[in-house]
């Protein structure tokens, strides 16, 4: 999708002008304070070019799933603390989104400065799409910028409605730096991967990312498969799979792509077997074939990392989404962390790697190799919709590139 971008703007027409942005500070807080700043961070570039050319930049996000009531759990307002820490210019809070408060305080905005609306999900209108939301989002701005591509899967008024309001009124509604660069890489790896291109795809279940298989497999060289979902295309040899989560009903579906797919799909030899999953827990190493039928496979074991790992140093595109095992728990992480590490070292020798957001973001940031990624996704159902090819509403509703500025 080539998008309008804010970055290609006539940077003089910026300053004095109001910006709406849109962006993804749905973040994890604790006791009042930020946990995780890493999409706070991804949106500075945007923000620091509009404050540095002189525009009133006025931020709308979401928080949680207040379900269209005020809920002072997910207010916005640590994020917004957060943000001041983070850039030179003044952040102004205000606990309200489009009534009076906020409209004198978008009115008395300087030139150079950032306001903060509370979460505009405390409105039950955002969820809704609703015009009156959209038109009174618009009201705040002369030019509306999506920088929230993990939010950019949602018609929502702040992602959509708002959108449209400002081209029926011939104002532009631009791609934002962040939401610029997902697109990129998304898009490249899609449609114009180096080659050979390997994707690695984890998690639980099949159900979940069925429709990224289907897009990917004509795309990619090689497809690994890791985490709980390989259970499923175990069953499919006819392997006992013990106590393992494996979804019973996509056991054929399973069965269907080996036969499509041959030797394009890539499977683990090995595996870390428990009895529970939990902490501490009596652990085996076994080849897939050996599990027992009280047994759970919680990971990938040493030959199947060493086996990705191959697969990944011969890449010149990675793509990456879903965990190895249940990482969240230290004794079935090394998959995790082992498919990690090999990302990092296919970066460090010149290939492109792409990390999927949700919990592969989480594991790479957990392990400090994010920096060593060259694109760790802010979108984690956002991720997966683009990988499945289906259009994104918050992104089709923007300005094309050669359009109105």
């Not at 995780?36 to 949106?43: P, S």
């Not at 009534?99 to 009115?107: F, I, L, Q």
């Not at 991967?193 to 429709?211: N, T």
Request: hydrophobic content about 45%; aromatic content about 4%; overall charge negative.
């Amino acid at each position: 999708m080539s998008k309008a971008n804010i970055d290609a703007v006539d940077t003089g027409a910026l300053r004095g002008r109001r910006v709406l942005v849109r962006v993804d500070y749905n973040v994890p807080i604790e006791d009042g304070r930020v946990t995780d700043d890493t999409r706070i961070r991804a949106t500075l570039p945007t923000l620091t070019f509009l404050v540095e050319h002189g525009a009133r930049v006025v931020l709308v996000s979401h928080l949680g799933r207040p379900k269209g009531q005020r809920n002072d759990d997910m207010s916005i307002a640590p994020a917004a603390a957060r943000l001041e820490e983070l850039v030179d210019v003044p952040v102004r809070f205000v606990p309200d989104i489009v009534g009076a408060d906020a409209k004198a305080a978008v009115e008395s905005l300087a030139s150079g400065s950032i306001l903060v609306l509370e979460n505009v999900r405390f409105l039950p209108g955002e969820e809704k799409n609703d015009r009156e939301l959209s038109e009174a989002l618009a009201s705040f701005a002369d030019i509306y910028v999506n920088d929230a591509f993990g939010s950019a899967h949602r018609a929502h008024a702040s992602t959509c409605g708002v959108a449209e309001v400002m081209k029926e009124a011939g104002r532009p509604a631009l791609a934002g730096m962040l939401m610029k660069k997902e697109l990129r890489f998304l898009g490249d790896a899609l449609d114009n991967p180096e080659r050979p291109f390997v994707a690695i795809l984890g998690g639980a279940k099949i159900s979940g990312k069925i429709d990224v298989i289907e897009n990917l497999l004509p795309r990619v060289d090689h497809l690994l498969i890791g985490g709980a979902m390989a259970n499923t295309f175990f069953r499919a040899l006819g392997l006992e799979t013990g106590t393992s989560l494996v979804e019973a009903d996509r056991v054929e579906m399973a069965h269907m792509l080996l036969e499509r797919a041959g030797e394009k799909i890539v499977l683990p030899v090995d595996c870390v077997v428990a009895g529970e999953a939990k902490a501490g827990a009596r652990t085996w190493l076994l080849a897939r074939d050996e599990v027992p039928p009280e047994g759970s496979i919680l990971d990938i074991g040493p030959k199947s990392i060493a086996t990705f790992r191959d697969f990944v140093e011969r890449s010149r595109t990675v793509l990456w989404n879903g965990p190895m095992g249940l990482f969240e728990i230290d004794d079935f992480a090394e998959g995790t962390l082992g498919v990690a590490r090999a990302v990092a070292e296919a970066t460090a020798k010149g290939a492109t790697t792409i990390v999927g957001g949700g919990d592969t973001a989480a594991a790479v940031e957990s392990a400090g190799l994010a920096d060593r990624m060259s694109h760790v996704s802010t979108g984690g159902g956002a991720s997966l919709e683009f990988l499945e090819g289906r259009t994104l509403p918050g992104v089709a509703i923007l300005d094309d590139e050669g359009g109105s500025q």
